[in-house]
């Protein structure tokens, strides 16, 4: 089945800095790679998602970026505020099941420092 | 739409006492989640529903662990009898797949300590 790894697993940037999660999957079939944020004590909601025909998304001040001969998928945050700190988690397929469910990452817990 | 809407919203219950978790999903949505979220575990997928039928439990822990979807409009999810490693968030989730994999809504989420 897929297996998803997330790094890193804390992030630590000044306000108005970059911030990059990455992530990796197993599985060369996997065709579509959200990306959630949750924020404390909230459930995770979805940001942004990338399907496999497509190499970037953005949407303001986030993007994805899916790199699908090396696997791997990324989360770009740019001019980070203090609203972005939460926990984010990437998410892969699991076509493992008759009928597939995601597999989430273990997350990125995003502090942003004023 | 309310979103999918988890009751209780916090359960405290002391060990061998049978726990009843519930979920009412968005409506017209065909498959349906229950995650486990604890800091050592992270995001644990237990069981899921196609059109209230179970498609793969093979997360669920142990036989302790129960979940129905008696219709389209409800689930429970039930541990009999509890233990204080079940303390965790339970989040119910909810999708319309259509022709691939879309967005899936989560609930609120059910913080369940066990003493």
């Known amino acids: 089945g897929e297996n998803v790894e997330q790094h890193p697993s804390t992030l630590s940037v000044q306000e108005g800095d970059s911030a990059v999660i990455k992530c990796t999957y197993s599985d060369s079939a996997s065709n579509y790679f959200p990306w959630y944020k949750q924020e404390l004590g909230k459930r995770p909601q979805l940001i942004i998602d990338i399907r496999s025909n497509v190499g970037e998304k953005k949407d303001q001040r986030i993007a994805v970026t899916l790199n699908k001969t090396a696997k791997h998928f990324s989360l770009h945050i740019t001019e980070t505020q203090p609203e972005d700190s939460a926990v984010y988690f990437c998410a892969a397929p699991n076509y493992g099941g008759s009928q597939g469910n995601l597999i989430f990452g273990k997350g990125t817990k995003l502090s942003v420092k004023p | 739409d309310a979103g999918v809407i988890q009751s209780p919203r916090h359960e405290v219950t002391e060990m061998g006492q049978e726990v009843t978790l519930r979920c009412k999903p968005i409506s017209g949505h065909d498959y349906l989640f229950w995650y486990r979220q604890t800091m050592m575990r992270g995001l644990e997928l237990l069981i899921y529903?196609?059109?209230?039928?179970?498609?793969?439990d093979s997360g669920m822990p142990e036989d302790r662990f129960s979940a129905k979807m008696p219709n389209a409009s409800f689930s429970t999810l039930k541990i009999q009898p509890s233990e204080p490693r079940d303390s965790a968030v339970y989040f119910c989730?909810?999708?319309?797949?259509?022709?691939?994999?879309?967005?899936?809504?989560f609930g609120p989420g059910t913080r369940l300590t066990v003493l």
């Open positions: 529903f196609n059109n209230n039928v179970p498609i793969d």
């Open positions: 989730a909810s999708s319309l797949r259509g022709q691939g994999f879309n967005e899936q809504f």
